[in-house]
T-cell receptor
Framework: DSGVTQTPKHLITATGQRVTLRCSPR?????VYWYQQSLDQGLQFLIQ???????AKGNILERFSAQQFPDLHSELNLSSLELGDSALYFC????????????FGQGTRLTVV | GENVEQHPSTLSVQEGDSAVIKCTYS??????FPWYKQELGKRPQLIID?????GEKKDQRIAVTLNKTAKHFSLHITETQPEDSAVYFC???????????FGGGTRLMVKP
């Protein structure tokens, strides 16, 4: 157990819908990262937050947004979902914003039908 | 931004043989290089990491080497076992606040 909690574990939804993925980082970790992993693909960086502020942005679609709350948990919002958004979404956390081990949650498997 | 390339994309070895996975990075400011192992359907887990002030690091059957001049680093697994079968990702980041950038992954298959 990495100490990073993601909910839900599985999510099935229809095209055009909106979903919210939740991540609770390890106790004491200030940085949260979101990654997307499509079938047999690598880890695509989406966005990073550090202590409530956006720190870095990757290839995140405009239909996707995220935030980190004062209690440091983070939410990734995916809207106007398309079939191609089906993927495993990982959250990771680390103590600082870079240069230290990032611990991954178990992921949320999103299936868009 | 940082770009990390990883080779090979698949690697098949016989149990007991060694496996080597190589990565190159583009940002000379990168100074932290972790390796993650991801088993099917599970989360990536850190197996070893190295910082730029060190050229080599070893942990039992796993070792990582770093060549800063050439901007490449490698993962070496000796005496491979079937349980080493997984996807391995290299990554790079720096102290300037850039995110952890991952390579494309290597699917390692260890045949009994």
């Amino acid at each position: 157990d990495s100490g990073v909690t993601q909910t839900p574990k599985h999510l099935i939804t229809a095209t055009g819908q909106r979903v919210t993925l939740r991540c609770s980082p390890r106790s004491g970790d200030l940085s949260v990262y979101w990654y997307q992993q499509s079938l047999d693909q690598g880890l695509q960086f989406l966005i990073q937050y550090y202590n409530g502020e956006e720190r870095a942005k990757g290839n995140i679609l405009e239909r996707f947004s995220a935030q980190q709350f004062p209690d440091l948990h983070s939410e990734l919002n995916l809207s106007s979902l398309e079939l191609g958004d089906s993927a495993l979404y990982f959250c990771a956390s680390s103590v600082v914003y870079t240069g230290t081990e990032a611990f991954f949650g178990q992921g949320t498997r999103l299936t868009v039908v | 931004g940082e770009n990390v390339e990883q080779h090979p994309s698949t690697l098949s070895v016989q149990e007991g043989d060694s496996a080597v996975i190589k990565c190159t990075y583009s940002d000379s400011a990168s100074n932290y290089f972790p390796w993650y192992k991801q088993e099917l359907g599970k989360r990536p887990q850190l197996i070893i990491d190295i910082r730029s002030n060190v050229g080599e690091k070893k942990d039992q059957r796993i070792a990582v080497t770093l060549n800063k001049t050439a901007k490449h680093f490698s993962l070496h697994i000796t005496e491979t076992q079937p349980e080493d079968s997984a996807v391995y990702f290299c990554a790079a980041s720096n102290n300037a606040g850039n995110m952890l950038t991952f390579g494309g992954g290597t699917r390692l298959m260890v045949k009994p």
